[in-house]
């Protein structure tokens, strides 16, 4: 059982470049979500997805895109990477939008320079 | 918007101690869950506590939800190296309208067992 997968695990970026952080998920859930984790700021929702074909905004949504073609992937796209983007981020995915137990991926670090 | 204090955030203790790490908010949360996080992994699920008051025990861990479902605490019995790792923990508030179930994180609690 793979749960969610997360690629790649790490990257490092030049400021400006676009990067795309893929996540694929095989529990057939419907809900998914991306968080960035910063140290002394916790885990922070960017965007989440209710079901293929819709997407929201999170708490921290400027400079990120997301896409959710079908159920299992859950692509996150940086337009043009800045310093401050620099983390490591989460993809995770619950059953439905309405259950509280989020599955977590291992995580994508990230440094934009 | 609802915000989660959880403390300590740092906390090193020998082996054998027991602890209590807390998570307070000024919100009533409709769940509140307990996560444990590695080094360089995802968080991963431990507990979720739904009714005020309620106590789940998970061998030496003891989750408990206050009365009014705004806090939380954690108590580790007799703590293992094994233990070490990040603690965070989770207010979950249910939402109508066809919007996603709310998770707020805290800043978590970084705990080293030291043998």
């Known amino acids: 059982i793979a749960g969610i997968t997360q690629a790649p695990t790490s990257q490092i970026l030049a400021a400006g470049r676009r990067m795309t952080l893929r996540c694929t998920q095989d529990?057939?859930?419907?809900?998914m979500y991306w968080y960035r984790q910063d140290l002394g700021l916790g885990l922070r929702l960017i965007h989440y997805?209710?079901?293929?074909?819709?997407?929201g905004k999170g708490e921290v949504p400027d400079g990120y895109s997301v896409s959710r073609a079908n159920t299992d992937d859950f692509p996150l796209t940086l337009a043009s990477a800045v310093p401050s983007q620099t983390s490591v981020y989460f993809c995770?995915?619950?059953?439905?939008?309405?259950?509280?137990?989020?599955?977590f991926g291992p995580g994508t670090r990230l440094t934009v320079l | 918007t609802q915000l989660l204090e959880q403390s300590p955030q740092f906390l090193s203790i020998q082996e054998g101690e027991n602890l209590t790490v807390y998570c307070n908010s000024s919100?009533?949360?409709?769940?509140l869950q307990w996560y444990r996080q590695e080094p360089g992994e995802g968080p991963v699920l431990l507990v979720t506590?739904?009714?005020?008051?309620e106590v789940k025990k998970l061998k030496r861990l003891t989750f408990q939800f206050g009365d009014a479902r705004k806090d939380s605490s954690l108590h580790i019995t007799a703590a293992q190296p094994g233990d070490t790792c990040l603690y965070l923990c989770a207010g979950g508030v249910a939402r109508g309208g066809g919007s996603n179930y709310k998770l707020t994180f805290g800043k978590g609690t970084l705990l080293t067992v030291n043998p």
């Open positions: 919100s009533v949360f409709s769940s």
């Open positions: 506590v739904v009714t005020g008051g």
């Open positions: 995770a995915s619950s059953e439905s939008w309405v259950t509280d137990t989020q599955y």
């Open positions: 529990m057939r859930h419907n809900a």
């Open positions: 997805s209710n079901t293929a074909g819709t997407t």
